[in-house]
Each structure stands twice: as structure tokens, then as C-alpha cells.
């Protein structure tokens, strides 16, 4: 499956949680872009985020951020 905008979005909202703090979350207010407020309602219907706009990561949640930041240091360039 190819990634595409709604899976962008998701990945991206993913990487705004800071992985080294479990007890840090976040909030998507309404203000935000609505690309931003519905990814993370997606994120929280999947089980993700502990809240329909943002919260902790999940168990879940901490394992798909440590795979995607383990995805972006494999396939960035290392200039």
C-alpha cells in the first residue's frame, strides 16, 4: 500500500509526539488545520492516541512512533 495523504498526515502527526517522553502528549485544538484535526481524531479512532484531539500515545501509539522514527533514519540520506 503506497503512502498516500491521509497516511502522510497520520505519520506526521505521530512524529509531533516526543518519543523520549511518555509523559508528554499533545492537543490539536479545533484552530488547527483541519488536515491536523482530522488525522489525529483517525489516530485515536485506531487506538494511537489516547484522546480525540491528541492526549498520550497509547502503548500502540509509543510502538508506531518508534517503528516510523526507525523507518525515517533507515531511508533518510546521510549526507
Request: proline share 4%; net charge negative; charged share 20%.
Amino acid at each position: 500500500m503506497p503512502f498516500n495523504d491521509i497516511l502522510t498526515e497520520e505519520l506526521n502527526m505521530l512524529l509531533r509526539f516526543n518519543p523520549s517522553n511518555h509523559l508528554a502528549g499533545i492537543k490539536v485544538h479545533h484552530t488547527a488545520e483541519a488536515n491536523h484535526i482530522a488525522a489525529i481524531k483517525r489516530l485515536y479512532q485506531k487506538g494511537l492516541v489516547t484522546q480525540e484531539d491528541g492526549g498520550y500515545l497509547t502503548d500502540l501509539g509509543r510502538d508506531a512512533v518508534d517503528n516510523v522514527n526507525k523507518m525515517l533514519n533507515i531511508i533518510q540520506p546521510t549526507h
